[in-house]
């Protein structure tokens, strides 16, 4: 649904695929090396340094790759120093060694031997270990505990796998009060490990990176904000450390995190994986290379359009016009993705000219630039912007004739201006200037934006690189928050995100690991009439879900934002996760859930909905009325009902439906419910009918 803003680590990962690049021709370079022995002329201590740069490095490559495959005992990356490993199992420990070679283990006390295979990769098990530490783990061959692996600090307590798209990988740092947040972490015996971003079409042994840390005010800042308030409250309350693995990527749907091997097991994603056998690293190597030249381009204006098209003296008479505020969807114009210019000209008069005025943009649905008369005013901002509002200072300011341009992104299916139009404006703090209305706008005026695959989107391939190295490391359990980019295709998830659970399961090896994950919040504009929604649909699969063993939903109905896909409040996400931990895996006595829906049953006019998950009884959040749920009648039209609380049922009505036949609750993409149970958590969405919704027309 969305590309990835440049980043750091992007520009890691085209490194990286070159590296993949030079690995897949490592014999064209051996003979190339080979060849180049012959322009050798110095040899320090037996070392034979070639002439070329390009050959040394090689030769260092040529070694390295050696002592790769011949070196000593060798342990995946999520082995480091400060990790947790978990308590009241048989930790798994693997890795490689010399073929054949004899290994031994020692942590705790315990000193475990092995043998590796004839392809050198082993595996043991050390005894169940007690929540504690630190200790010394010690990994060597044979009798050379002088030249072991050592990995310090280790604790024992319980390890958790957090995973998912975006809301999952939100970091502490842009969460609710952040700064509050990030100063009193100090939790050294809560610990990390962020699986770096990776895809590849082949399951991988190993992560392209990371190593554990103890989360403190300058660790924190980055890590999941979810996963982090989930593990706090849970070391609150267990007082044992707590390791979170954590692998994400936002905007990713459920099928990039699942196995080749499942997904062929259903005719929904068979052809898909199918048909993405043809991708190799080399197509990884053009997206990557792709994916900085559309950045280049989104971020700076080509052939010196900033300069013409923004000029006052520009002449656009042969541009079409669009009434703003308005975006894409509603425009006179295609699906299109690349650079659009804007210009609207507007007169100042005489009582507002010489004067600092502020332009107020309204809400922008993409990227943009913002030019007065020719001179940039704000470069590069995103919609997500808390503010777009901007200071024009009075020199750039025209009596009469001024050109207001905008050079904008459309992506994704967007771009433009939504509304409303009052909220589009120049003003001098007394009078306003509407910028609503007529524009002028023009496309391919700069050079088309490359078509970016997204190979990071694509089947398995999130899992062969981020999931598959580290399945046998032992753990307590699983959280997910993810779905938002499944929701186009609600009805598919019912049966996708099951095989998810049911996959790492099986690659686990531990039975029925609790498998936590939250409920969509609610999103988007509130309707005002009762209406379909793959929100809600997306939602309902997700409670499915709760029908496969030891799993449990936390519902976030409640704090999510019209505006914000990411809701800021990742503290009570967490919190609610935690409290179906404290419940289902630790038998804690708290309250878990909001209410489920349990039951109906029609009486005359009236529908009764019985509900479990009660608690302590029923409520409505903030008094009042209770609102949120719609009532409907054999033609299967929906009207907003009457409901009162009756015990542990609502009793549901309305003088438009005489004889209901279904009820629905919460069924929106940002709903308007209120139900809760006495300790506060909100009423899980739900319908009693099963009519076919907007995703499965």
Known sequence: MFALLPTERQHLSVIKVYNLWILQHFQDFSVLFISEMNNVKTNIRGLCLPQSPVIAVITLMLIAAHSLVYGQVQLPKVFSDNMVLQRGLDIPVWGTATPAAQVTVELGGYSIKTVAGQDGKWLLHMPNLQAGGPHLMKVYEGNQSRQAVVFKDVLIGDVWLASGQSNMEWQ??????????????????????????????????????????????????????????????????????????????????????????????????????????????????????????????????????????????????????????????DMNMPAYEGMVWMRKTINVPATMSGKDLSIHLGHPEMNYTLYINGKEIAKTVWNASPTHQYSVPARLVNKGKNVIAVRMAFLWGGGGFNPPAGEMYVTDGTSRISLAGSWKYMKDLEPAIPVINNYHRYPTYLYNAMINPIASYGIKGFIWYQGEDNVSAAHDYRTLFPMLISDWRIRWKQGYLPFLYVQLANYLESKPYPSESDWAALREAQTMALAQPNTGMASIIDIGEANDIHPKNKQEVGRRLALLAKNMVYKKPVQSYGPLYKDFKSEGDQVKIQFSETGSGLAIRGGGPLKGFAIAGSDQQFYWANAVIDGDKVIVSSDKVKEPVAVRYAWADNPDGNLINKEGLPAVPFRTDNWSTATEK
Do not use: C
């Not at 990776?198 to 840390?213: C, L, R, Y």
């Not at 309350?237 to 091997?261: C, D, F, H, K, Y």
């Not at 990884?284 to 030249?293: A, C, E, G, P």
């Open 172 to 329: 502490v740092q842009q969460s609710m009060h952040a700064a509050r947040e990030i100063k009193n972490a100090d939790y050294p015996y809560i610990r990390f490990f962020n699986v770096p971003h990776d895809k590849e079409t082949d399951p991988q042994i190993d992560v392209a990176g990371g190593s554990w840390k103890a989360l403190d005010s300058v660790t924190v800042k980055t890590a999941s904000a979810v996963a982090y308030f989930f593990a706090r409250d849970l070391h609150a309350e267990l007082n044992v450390p707590i390791g979170i693995l954590q692998a994400t990527w936002g905007g990713t749907p459920v099928e990039a995190w699942t196995s080749r091997e499942q997904l062929l097991s259903s005719p929904i994603t068979r052809d898909r994986i199918l048909q993405n056998d043809s991708v190799t690293a080399d197509h990884f190597v053009k997206d990557s290379m792709d994916l900085v030249r559309f950045w280049e381009i989104v971020y700076n204006p080509q052939n010196n359009t900033h300069k013409t098209i923004s000029s006052t003296s520009y002449n656009d008479a042969k541009w079409p016009e669009a009434t703003m505020p308005v975006t894409l969807k």
